[in-house]
């Protein structure tokens, strides 16, 4: 708790009154990557690193954000509030904030201490965390009593409007609604969810950061949802009970895909591939068969490598190197792509001789720091003040 009490310290500092404190995690997700936006399922859970929002409301219509880690300000007020060019980090709460305003719940200005140890560009989702924490705050600030399903898809609004990321839904999800020790197995068509145990005896969650982020990922992002969205177009021609890629086959590709596009034929093939490889891996994981989960997440790694093309030179060499362990029964990119972490199940014992070898190797090969965290699975957004 010492972020809580740190950011509680600077909030009375600068703003003189006790804050509302809420907690938001960063999440992982075992298998089902660009599934969400293509109305797929997903398998996230939440972690034990979270995104702190301390925030107050105003008696005027100003807002003051401080960003406590990065030691950066921002002022702006709440008639005519858009987008900052320049820096990103104020807009992931201002694009919160404007739902609200929309709502016409909020006609006050208000003011934020921001704290986070989701480790920013490692694919782990701190943008998803400061909306959702963002969101919960407010709502409980304004007493507006809206559920949690409601404040996720306000919260993805927010990443969408202000930040020009058109993300599917199960960042935010994760983040708002997760459960300790459990996954979410997530249909992002009907947003119908279960929780699945997810205690594995003798394995933890590994996440190897690359501390690499290229610029390509949100543009490349948004580019991969057109290409998914073309599929779709040529398959509904014929089709037109087929709404998302969700809905196609390998049948459907071969037919209306491949002749028009062969590129765009790989995206989608992958993405219904992927699709199937998650609903297998949610059966292996109710049986208790891990072996098998882990292999199919180097399947979704060779996917998401070599057929969507987000994958880098950094993240490919971490999953390659694991390959050969046998203490490590899974492994892949996770996230949007083009840097971040990978995703290793692995068993417990294991982990520190692994460091140990793959650290120097990594770092003498890519002149780069890899970076750790062993992952707990916790629960979502939570008031903790």
């Known amino acids: 708790m010492q972020i809580k009490e740190s950011i509680r310290k600077v909030f009375l500092e600068k703003f003189q009154e006790e804050p509302v ?86 006609f006050r200005g208000f003011n934020v201490v921001l704290s986070s140890d989701v480790p920013m560009g490692a694919g782990l989702s701190s943008s998803a965390a400061v909306e959702c924490a963002t969101v919960f705050a407010l709502n409980e600030l304004l007493n507006t009593q809206l559920d949690r399903i409601t404040m996720v898809q306000m919260a993805q609004k927010a990443e969408h409007e202000f930040a020009g990321v058109m993300c599917g839904i199960m960042d935010q999800f994760a983040s708002m609604m997760g459960k300790k020790d459990h996954v979410i197995r997530l249909d992002c068509r009907s947003l119908e969810y279960e929780y699945k145990p997810f205690k594995l005896d003798g394995y933890k969650i590994l996440l190897l950061n690359t501390n690499v982020k ?14 998914c969205t073309q599929a779709v177009t040529w398959i509904q021609q014929h089709h037109p009970n087929v709404k998302a890629l969700r809905d196609a086959n390998e049948e459907m590709l071969n037919q209306y895909v491949l002749p028009e596009d062969a590129l765009v034929d790989k995206r989608s093939r992958f993405v219904v591939r992927e699709i199937n490889r998650l609903l297998q891996g949610c059966d292996d994981l109710e049986h208790g068969q891990i072996e098998a989960l882990g292999a199919k997440m180097f399947d979704t790694h060779k996917g998401l490598s070599e057929m969507y093309e987000v994958s880098c030179k950094e993240l490919d060499w971490l999953v390659d190197r694991v390959k050969s362990n046998a203490s490590v029964m899974g492994a892949r990119m996770m996230g949007g792509g083009f840097g971040g972490c990978t995703i290793n199940l692995i068993k417990e014992e294991a982990i520190e001789p692994l460091i140990k070898n793959i650290q120097p190797l990594y770092e003498a090969t890519m002149n780069l720091p890899l970076t750790y965290y062993v992952a707990t699975i916790e629960n979502g957004t939570e008031r903790i003040a």
């Open 21 to 106: 404190i809420v907690r938001s995690p960063g999440r992982i997700n075992i298998i089902g990557e660009h599934t969400d936006y293509n109305d797929g399922f997903v398998l996230p859970a939440a972690i034990d690193k979270a995104a702190y929002v301390a925030i107050s409301l105003r008696n005027d219509d100003e807002i003051h954000l401080v960003a406590h880690d990065l030691h950066e300000t921002f002022s702006t007020s709440l008639v005519g509030l858009k987008p900052v060019g320049d820096v990103s980090w104020p807009n992931y709460i201002l694009g919160s904030a404007i739902q609200f305003f929309k709502m016409q719940k909020l």
């Open 214 to 227: 290229h610029s390509l990922a949100s543009s490349e992002y948004n580019t991969r949802r057109k290409e």
